[in-house]
């Protein structure tokens, strides 16, 4: 099964404002077949990562799920368990009026091994 992670992303307010209040998560499973998807997501506080997202569920083949995730932390991280290689997984902030954070954005060739 592979395992992916969005690495750990800096979100600490600048002049008051996070970049992100939100995560968005995309995935497509472009298998011929069901697939298996595990999302934990986790802040830290301190040196301790703290699981607070933790999310089971099956893909269809050929089908897409997009995961909305509270990220108001000054550092969080999302890791994806996923049953077959033919699932793409993309990520991506969004502020607190919805427009995308460039800063917190990975795309299905950047989500890394873990």
């Not at 307010?13 to 298996?36: K, Y």
Request: hydrophobic share 40%; net charge negative; aromatic share 12%.
């Amino acid at each position: 099964m592979p395992d992916l992670t969005t690495g750990l992303f800096e979100n600490t307010p600048v002049e008051g404002v996070r970049p992100s209040s939100t995560l968005s998560v995309n995935i497509s499973n472009d298998d011929t077949s069901t697939v298996d998807v595990q999302i934990e997501g986790f802040f830290q506080s301190g040196t301790t990562k703290v699981k607070y997202v933790e999310e089971f569920f099956t893909l269809t083949a050929g089908s897409v799920a997009l995961r909305s995730y509270f990220a108001q932390f000054d550092a969080f991280e999302f890791q994806f368990t996923v049953s077959s290689e033919a699932v793409e997984v993309t990520a991506w902030g969004k502020d607190a009026t919805g427009n995308l954070t460039t800063a917190h954005r990975v795309v299905a060739q950047e989500v890394n091994p873990f």
